[in-house]
């Protein structure tokens, strides 16, 4: 799945044209390295997101094309 797909689907970022521009701008990094929208993620990768102030990073634990935004955290988990 591209990395725009899962930001959204995962809820980590709310739209995904916010997920593109951020990938454009080059803030967010898959396993240490700058990453483009286009980059297929999958279970294991480690995603480090900066807008603003706010630094989030997560390990990617599942890929699915959708799911339940109850059950959207249950696709990554926080790292510290």
């Known amino acids: 799945m591209r990395l725009d797909k899962y930001l959204k689907v995962s809820r ?3 739209r995904r044209t916010v997920a593109n521009d951020a990938c ?3 803030k967010v990094i898959v396993n240490g390295k700058i990453a483009r929208a286009s980059y297929d993620v999958k279970e294991g990768d480690v995603i480090e997101i ?3 102030a706010r630094s989030v990073k997560v390990c990617v634990t599942a890929v699915k094309e959708t799911v339940r935004k109850e059950d959207a955290s249950g696709m ?3 790292v510290i």
């Open 12 to 14: 980590l970022i709310k």
């Open 76 to 78: 990554y988990e926080a």
């Open 24 to 26: 454009d701008a080059g």
């Open 50 to 52: 900066t807008l603003g």
